[in-house]
């Protein structure tokens, strides 16, 4: 069970989507620990969704106003997130050797954004949580459960670490920036505008359910 969770953590977290490829932006740029930091905040929130999947608090995240709630949260953090790293430019040059609060906070704004507002993650835990409970776990408990998302998420943190310091070790390094820039912002472009027509279609459920309440109790 831990061997197999610490895969599924090792295999999903390949930096080739859009926040994995800002977390090795931010060690290009910054240094390791402003992209190893989001590292850490990722796999402390991967191991919340598993556990809240595993053991069944999913079914209440995903009552669709609650989920719509969410989704539009996620989509107002990750316009914001968006903006300061396409829009606006630091000094290439600059290189953060020490965290401050400010940092942090604005990484931990990032992962939770990306999290609660990502639909396609919300629909890999569904799948896993089934497939856990029902061919992982020898006994469906609490204590399962943390141990199954414990690994999941040091299996996470293992892969970050690795392409963290894959990147600081390529040869001719400058070449490697403007790339992972370039393509980082374009995926983030990318996932914003997914998640802005998942919200679209939620809100457009919603009314719609909404409609034919108000038919069938007041009429037309």
């Known amino acids: 069970m831990i061997i197999i969770a610490f895969f599924i953590g090792l295999i999903f977290s390949v930096p080739i989507g859009p926040l994995g490829m800002i977390i090795l932006k931010r060690s290009v740029e910054k240094g390791f620990w ?7 905040i990722d796999a402390i929130a991967g191991f919340v969704f598993s556990l809240s999947f595993l053991i069944g608090i999913g079914q209440l995240e995903l009552d669709p106003t609650i989920k719509l709630i969410a989704q539009l949260l996620g989509l107002v953090f990750l316009f914001w997130i968006g903006i300061k790293e396409v829009f606006f430019k630091k000094n290439k040059y600059e290189k953060n050797i020490t965290l401050n609060k400010s940092s942090i906070l604005g990484n931990l704004i990032l992962v939770i954004g990306y ?3 990502n639909p396609s993650l919300w ?3 569904i799948n896993v949580s089934v497939y856990a409970n029902s061919n ?5 408990n609490l204590f399962n459960s943390i141990l199954f998302s ?10 970050q670490y690795l392409a963290i310091q894959l990147m600081k070790n390529i ?4 070449k490697v ?3 992972i820039k370039y393509f980082s912002s374009f995926l983030f472009i990318v996932t914003f505008i997914y998640f802005f027509y998942s919200s679209i279609q939620s809100i457009g459920s919603h009314w719609n359910t909404f409609a034919q309440m108000w038919i069938y109790y007041y009429g037309l």
Not at 171 to 174: A, D, I, K, T
Request: aromatic share 20%; net charge negative.
């Open 34 to 40: 402003e992209g190893f930091t989001i590292a850490i």
């Open 115 to 117: 999290y609660i507002a």
């Open 123 to 125: 629909a890999f835990w």
């Open 136 to 140: 992982l776990l020898n006994e469906r």
């Open 150 to 159: 414990l690994f999941y998420a040091l299996g996470v943190l293992t892969t």
């Open 171 to 174: 040869e001719q390094f400058e």
């Open 177 to 179: 920036k403007i790339p």
